[in-house]
């Protein structure tokens, strides 16, 4: 059961490193966009864009926990845990 939803979670996060640009060689803030930039991929016309926290959407998934890593050519930049 955790599989899915984690795999959601996942998504989530991934498309918000997606749309960050880099700057000046920096990697994006990325853990500062998690706490209230995740957005739906798809909306309904006339709806307005939600933003949830990466912490509701492991709620909403009953996801206990997740780490992500922020890789630059191979490399680890950045890494957390909730």
């Not at 957005?39 to 926990?65: D, F, I, N």
Request: a positive charge; proline letters at 11%.
């Amino acid at each position: 059961m955790h599989g899915p939803a984690l795999l959601a979670a996942a998504l989530f996060a991934g498309k918000v490193l997606a749309a960050i640009p880099e700057r000046n060689g920096q990697p994006p803030p990325v853990f500062a966009t998690l706490e209230h930039c995740l957005r739906p991929s798809l909306l309904k016309s006339g709806e307005p864009l939600p933003g949830w926290s990466l912490q509701e959407r492991m709620a909403y998934y009953h996801v206990p926990g997740v780490a992500i890593a922020v890789l630059k050519d191979g490399k680890v930049v950045q890494a957390a845990g909730w």
